[in-house]
């Protein structure tokens, strides 16, 4: 007798879960299956029609509410083949999850370049926030970029729109976050008394859990929208941050550059 031939990974998993290949190639195709081969890192397994081995172990993680979500789109705003900056819409993760990536910017990033390009994210934005982010594409790129942010070398500037009226022109917030340094700088663009709400442009010098909103929320000024943090200030409308505007010195070039959103991005 001949060797079994080695069984397809969508007929494994239609025999071992009852679902349709239909179903299960759309589960594979979006991110919500995962291979362990001995020796390597795990990975997400898209092909329907690859050929497992003896030891493999195959993860699905199946939710028919979250694959068939529709994510919206995010836009290049600057490409330095190396690294590229986009404007990340509001409700797009930066990252995907276990059960699936098709709504994360990362994925979409993937499949935009044509040749395809590796993509490393070297910082994030809440998925609620919308604005720029930056990524790389190589892992020597990913390390450099990844240092200028560590270093506090990226000037990071957000737009928030907070509830009522702070009584400074311009303050900083250094409460510490999760027992960590952090600190917030920020300067008042417009106080709206008819609605009790003011527009901020604010720095960060630290990247902490929902620094911003934390912080905001802790001196009485909420950030609009914030479905977390903050009283009064939950009125239906979309969290009202954005990632504004990024300036750094490319590491390749030792050009500064400022990304400034365009005014088509500006939701808030």
């Given amino acids: 007798m001949g060797n079994p031939i080695p069984p397809q990974a969508?007929?494994?998993?239609?025999?071992?879960?009852?679902?349709?290949?239909?179903?299960?190639?759309?589960?594979?195709?979006?991110?919500?299956?995962?291979?362990?081969?001995?020796?390597?890192?795990?990975?997400?397994?898209?092909?329907?029609?690859?050929?497992?081995?003896?030891?493999?172990?195959?993860?699905?993680?199946?939710?028919?509410?979250?694959?068939?979500?529709?994510?919206?789109?995010?836009?290049?705003?600057?490409?330095?083949?190396?690294?590229?900056?986009?404007?990340?819409?509001?409700?797009?993760?930066?990252?995907?999850?276990?059960?699936?990536?098709?709504?994360?910017?990362?994925?979409?990033?993937?499949?935009?370049?044509?040749?395809?390009?590796k993509v490393y994210p070297v910082h994030r934005l809440d998925r609620e926030v919308n604005g720029l982010i930056m990524l790389a594409h190589t892992k020597q790129a990913a390390g450099k970029l990844s240092r200028l942010f560590q270093e506090h070398s990226v000037i990071k500037r957000y737009r928030a729109e907070v509830l009522g009226m702070p009584e400074k022109d311009e303050d900083v917030i250094d409460q510490p976050l999760d027992g960590k340094k952090a600190l917030t700088r920020y300067i008042v663009t417009s106080r709206n008394p008819g609605v009790n709400t003011s527009e901020l442009l604010v720095d960060i010098e630290t990247g902490r859990l929902h620094q911003i909103r934390r912080h905001l929320a802790m001196i009485g000024h909420p950030v609009m929208g914030d479905p977390r943090y903050g009283k009064g200030n939950k009125n239906g409308i979309a969290l009202r941050l954005a990632a504004c505007e990024l300036t750094w010195i490319c590491p390749f070039k030792g050009q500064k550059i400022t990304c400034s959103l365009p005014p088509a991005f500006r939701s808030s």
């Fill in 10 to 117: 969508s007929d494994f998993l239609a025999l071992h879960t009852g679902l349709s290949k239909t179903r299960l190639k759309e589960a594979m195709n979006k991110g919500a299956v995962w291979l362990r081969r001995k020796g390597t890192n795990r990975v997400r397994l898209r092909k329907a029609t690859f050929l497992l081995k003896k030891g493999d172990v195959l993860e699905l993680f199946y939710d028919e509410k979250i694959l068939s979500v529709e994510p919206p789109l995010a836009s290049c705003l600057m490409d330095h083949q190396c690294y590229s900056i986009w404007f990340k819409p509001a409700n797009l993760l930066t990252q995907g999850t276990d059960y699936s990536d098709h709504a994360s910017l990362i994925r979409q990033v993937e499949k935009f370049f044509n040749p395809t390009r």
